[in-house]
């Protein structure tokens, strides 16, 4: 049990996910910030290249049919970080998080966990793979910043820290300006106990994200899927006359040991997945005492770290890292409704992002998975061994 367990949990960060055993920015849908252009004729897809040395934006052009190419690189102005096992550097999953890169407005967003840092872009309307650095990074007050969320509505963008110094930290969006800091540091100390880098996935921050309204922002925090179980934490924080408040809420259940990966499939409903059962649908009232509506445990599941919504498809997806597999989900019922598979020669499938019915996912093979969420077939593996390496990439998000 603890053995197996132990397994699963590190087939997130693709420590063991090495063979073709049979037999996961954030993603779209009705994420707060998605705001498509009139007009637009391109697309892009974007993802982090964590460099310890330097960090970059990788943005590939997007075709009409929806397959990628043309990858290039642009500074995020500040430098990359890996989290660790407890012994060596991630071999994936360098940030151990969902939302390490996200679109927002017209805006991407991603972070330095190395330099402590919040970088924000602006994307080009003529030409999506083209991202220009707004401002400076701005100091993200914390340290091992892992995950961003956007939201239009209050022109803010907040990021989650999950290193030493663990907490959110919250900036108003200045199209001109860049990023500037408003409302103060919300610790999580007591919630987090963690070095820089941190060690997981167990037991290291998540995600942030705002609700679709913007009323409140949530922060998922991994517990530990033991023995013995320690559970993981929701944290909800309202949001109050246009500040994220620090009167949170600490939601936890003792069924939810690593609340990985969420994703908004209504106005206050929010599909997560979690590597040690499956997945489960959470309700947010107006109290942010969150409410468990459905609990799915995947008995064939080894790493479902990561999650997506299709909103034309009305169907939530679990991503599994530990083998090449995707589960779908109603999410009137919660109920899983199928899966499917890319090849086998990707190994396992690590943060994605939907945009016209596919799916990008960055694989546990070097390289992007191209997914038809319709057919729920591979449509195109773009092999990404002579542009880099594959433990520094990170993140997933779709221009529009
Ligand atoms: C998709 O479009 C690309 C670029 O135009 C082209 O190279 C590729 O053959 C197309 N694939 C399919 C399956 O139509
Ligand atoms: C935090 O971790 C440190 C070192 O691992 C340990 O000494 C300390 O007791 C922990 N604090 C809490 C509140 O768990
Ligand atoms: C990607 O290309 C490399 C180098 O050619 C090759 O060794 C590897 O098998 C390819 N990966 C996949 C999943 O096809």
Redesign the pocket.
């Known amino acids: 049990m603890h053995q197996s367990i132990i397994h699963l949990l590190s087939l997130c960060a693709g420590v063991l996910g090495q063979g073709p055993s049979h037999p996961h920015g954030p993603p779209s849908g009705p994420w707060p910030s998605a705001r498509p252009w009139s007009g637009q004729a391109n697309k892009a897809i974007y993802f982090l290249d964590d460099n310890p040395s330097g960090s970059s934006i990788v943005s590939m052009q997007v ?3 929806g ?1 990628i ?1 043309n990858p290039q690189r642009t500074s995020t102005g500040g430098k990359g970080s890996i989290a660790s096992d407890g012994t060596a550097p991630l071999a994936r999953d360098a940030l151990i998080s969902q939302g390490s890169v996200i679109v927002g407005g017209e805006y991407l967003f991603t972070v330095n966990a190395g330099s402590n840092t919040l970088a924000m872009f602006s994307i080009d309307p003529q030409d999506a793979s083209r991202v220009t650095l707004v401002g400076a990074p701005a100091s993200t007050l914390g340290e091992f910043p892992m995950s961003v969320t956007y939201s239009d509505t209050l022109n803010m963008a907040c990021v989650l820290n999950g290193g030493a110094k663990a907490g959110v930290t919250c900036f108003h969006v200045d199209r001109q300006g860049g990023l500037q800091p408003t409302g103060s540091f919300l610790s999580l100390a007591g919630i987090t106990n963690e070095t820089t880098p941190p060690v997981g996935p167990p037991e290291s921050s998540s995600q942030i994200l705002f609700t679709p309204d913007s009323s409140a922002l949530l922060v998922l925090q991994k517990g530990n899927a033991g023995p013995p179980v320690s559970p993981g934490y929701i944290v909800a924080y309202p949001v109050v006359n246009g500040r994220v408040s620090g009167n949170s809420v600490k939601n936890q259940f003792a069924n939810v040991a690593m609340p990985f990966a969420g994703v908004f499939v209504d106005n206050d409903r929010v599909f997560m997945a979690d590597p040690s059962y499956g997945a489960s649908i959470f309700e947010i009232p107006s109290d942010l005492e969150l409410v468990q509506q459905t609990h799915v445990v995947l008995p064939t599941q080894k790493a479902v770290c990561w999650s997506a919504y299709d909103a034309s498809l009305n169907t939530a997806y679990a991503i599994d890292a530990g083998q090449p597999l995707v589960y779908t989900f109603d999410p009137s019922s919660g109920a899983q409704t199928g899966s499917f598979s890319p090849d086998e020669s990707v190994q396992g499938l690590f943060d994605s992002a939907i945009s016209d019915g596919k799916m990008y996912s960055l694989a546990a093979a070097n390289g992007i998975v191209v997914m038809d969420l319709v057919s729920q077939t591979q ?1 195109q593996f773009y092999n990404l061994t002579s542009f880099g390496n594959r433990q520094y990439w990170d993140g997933m998000a779709v221009s529009w």
């Open positions: 075709s009409a049919n397959t190419s449509v």
